[in-house]
């Protein structure tokens, strides 16, 4: 019984934040093939600490911020950071990213 007002909070902190995360989910192509599994993601909201996450075979990836509104999205492909702005919501949102050339032939992140 003296559990369970510890129980409640914990329950309480966990749906508490998943009702305020938002989700990010989607794939980074190269040359329309998916980047490598294990590629470096971050996301940056306004000052905070980045949320990182990798992408998986399929070029795929998932993350969860705790704000919403303008981010940075920064991949870390071949050496180079790649950045492109994303904006978070309650929602999850779907964010695709292509990597293409610019006219100096320089990669860019391009949102699909």
């Known amino acids: 019984m003296k559990r369970l007002p510890y129980i409640l909070f914990f329950l ?3 749906c508490s934040w998943s009702v ?3 989700q990010i989910v989607g794939s980074v192509r190269d040359g329309g093939r998916p980047v ?3 590629t470096e993601i971050r ?3 306004g000052s ?3 949320h990182v996450t990798r ?6 990836y998932s993350v969860y911020v705790g704000e919403t509104g303008k981010c940075t999205f920064t991949i870390t492909y071949n050496g180079r950071a790649l950045s492109a702005d994303v904006y978070s919501y309650a929602d999850p949102v779907h964010a695709d990213f292509d990597i ?3 006219q100096n ?3 860019v992140l391009r949102r699909r």
């Open 12 to 14: 309480f902190l966990v």
């Open 20 to 22: 305020f995360a938002a």
């Open 36 to 38: 490598a599994a294990n």
């Open 43 to 45: 996301v940056t909201c």
């Open 48 to 50: 905070n600490q980045p």
């Open 55 to 60: 992408t998986d075979q399929y070029g795929s």
């Open 100 to 102: 293409v050339k610019d």
């Open 105 to 107: 032939g320089n990669p």
